[in-house]
T-cell receptor, first 117, second 113 residues
Framework: DAGVIQSPRHEVTEMGQEVTLRCKPI?????LFWYRQTMMRGLELLIY????????DSGMPEDRFSAKMPNASFSTLKIQPSEPRDSAVYFC???????????????FGPGTRLTVL | GQQLNQSPQSMFIQEGEDVSMNCTSS?????WLWYKQDPGEGPVLLIA?????ELTSNGRLTAQFGITRKDSFLNISASIPSDVGIYFC?????????????FGQGTTLQVKP
């Protein structure tokens, strides 16, 4: 399996511009997670989906952030308009729901390093 | 909200030394996971623990799920330079399964050759 795929790996943009991050989860996984990592705040969960439906978006910092999962093999995280404080590494992860009702371990993508100037 | 307290925050050791780090919580967790993150990469799963008291090894790594279900430790024996990275504990809270993982703050490990 190719693992979780994220694109782009690096993104540099100017304040006010729209940014779209993309993720392809591992085939067959039921859950998809978006995280943000910074030195100050560590690894933060932004939002996660189960069977393409958003379950918990309480970690999304502001209305400028939105996430979609139109199908089981694709998700986007959009920031509009972007601000310098959004600079961080954004990770996508996916996992499989176990028959016991608990989710399996999460597998992370390589991340997108976002720099907003 | 639920939090995991991971310690130490950082370690600087000599190659060949053993390493120990731990995670504690004020509430019960159903699973404990240990991840390692190399520079410029995403976290990679090292060990998963599913039962209280479980002790699991993966090469030079050993981790245990605390009997109270509120803590876990990770040991690395005979450290080598490629052990350098950030180690995260994570767990599924015990209050029902939401699919959500709670992460510790990470332990940064540096190994001097």
């Amino acid at each position: 399996d190719a693992g979780v795929i994220q694109s782009p790996r690096h993104e540099v943009t100017e304040m006010g511009q729209e940014v779209t991050l993309r993720c392809k989860p591992i085939s067959g996984h039921d859950y998809l997670f978006w995280y943000r990592q910074t030195m100050m705040r560590g690894l933060e969960l932004l939002i996660y989906f189960n069977n393409n439906v958003p379950i918990d978006d309480s970690g999304m910092p502001e209305d400028r952030f939105s996430a979609k999962m139109p199908n089981a093999s694709f998700s986007t995280l959009k920031i509009q308009p972007s601000e310098p404080r959004d600079s961080a590494v954004y990770f996508c992860a996916s996992s499989l729901a176990l028959t016991s009702g608990f989710t399996d371990t999460q597998y992370f993508g390589p991340g997108t390093r976002l720099t907003v100037l | 909200g639920q939090q995991l307290n991971q310690s130490p925050q950082s370690m600087f050791i000599q190659e060949g030394e053993d390493v120990s780090m731990n995670c504690t919580s004020s509430s019960i967790f159903n699973t404990w996971l240990w991840y390692k993150q190399d520079p410029g990469e995403g976290p990679v799963l090292l060990i998963a623990l599913y039962k209280a008291g479980e002790l699991t090894s993966n090469g030079r790594l050993t981790a245990q799920f605390g009997i109270t279900r509120k803590d876990s430790f990770l040991n690395i024996s005979a450290s080598i330079p490629s052990d350098v990275g950030i180690y995260f504990c994570a767990g599924h809270p015990g209050s029902g399964n939401t699919g959500k993982l709670i992460f510790g703050q990470g332990t940064t490990l540096q190994v001097k050759p």
